[in-house]
């Protein structure tokens, strides 16, 4: 199964951009890329997803590598409500799943 | 109200008790999942069913088992709890129609202490 690699914490200043990596080298061609963050005492809330090309939605953005070995999630002006576990999946069309399973995500830290 | 709802949302049991964690949702959505969180590990899948009377393992379901009623509701049942147990459960949902790109919708979590 497709595996998904996140640094286990990062600081960011408040108001700065943040970029959080994620590295997913045997990502499938049918494997669309998910982000999901959880705030402290909270379920997991969906945040933005892509197949090949870079996404924004009003949360964030998504920047896609070329070869799709790895991606971006870009918080444009990270706020204290940004601070959060960001969690980075794979998904695909099959009946069964081919991952469901959470890492253990990017712990960030946002300081004012 | 909450689109997925758990109960109990805290519970502290005893070894060897049986516990059931229950879990509805209005979202309409075909496709449940039962997930158990432990501190630095994520979240990892237990069991997870794409329509009423379809049941399948996830990656760690021994000393688990679950029900799935309805299609809005999916239990989960430890029939013998033990202290490893001990963790943050919980629930999610998705819909068939888009299994590539859609949402997975969570609820708030169910802790669960066994001493």
């Known amino acids: 199964d497709a595996k998904t690699t996140q640094p286990n914490s990062m600081e960011s200043n408040e108001e700065e951009p943040v970029h959080l990596p994620c590295n997913h080298s045997?990502?499938?061609?049918?494997?669309?890329i998910h982000w999901y963050r959880q705030l402290p005492s909270q379920g997991p809330e969906y945040v933005i997803h892509?197949?090949?090309s870079n996404v924004n939605n009003r949360m964030a953005s998504l920047a896609i590598a070329e070869d799709r070995k790895s991606s971006t999630l870009i918080l444009h002006r990270a706020t204290l409500r940004d601070a959060a576990v960001y969690y980075c999946?794979?998904?695909?069309?099959?009946?069964?799943?081919?991952?469901?399973?959470f890492g253990s995500g990017t712990q960030l830290t946002v300081l004012p | 109200d909450a689109d997925v709802t758990q109960t109990p949302r805290n519970r502290i049991t005893k070894t060897g008790k049986r516990i059931m964690l229950e879990c509805s949702q209005t979202?309409?959505?075909?496709?449940m999942y039962w997930y158990r969180q432990d501190p630095g590990l994520g979240l990892r899948l237990i069991y997870y069913?794409?329509?009423?009377?379809?049941?399948n393992k996830g990656e760690i379901s021994d000393g688990y088992s679950v029900s799935r009623q309805a299609q809005a509701k999916f239990s989960l049942s430890l029939e013998s709890a033990i202290p490893n147990q001990t963790a943050l459960y919980f629930c999610?949902?998705?819909?068939?129609?888009?299994?590539?790109?859609?949402?997975?919708?969570f609820g708030e979590g169910s802790r669960l202490t066994v001493l």
């Open positions: 999610a949902t998705s819909d068939s129609q888009v299994p590539a790109t859609g949402e997975l919708f």
């Open positions: 045997t990502i499938s061609g049918t494997d669309y």
């Open positions: 892509g197949l090949t």
């Open positions: 999946i794979l998904r695909d069309e099959g009946l069964v799943p081919r991952q469901l399973t």
């Open positions: 979202k309409g959505h075909d496709r």
């Open positions: 069913s794409f329509d009423v009377k379809d049941i």
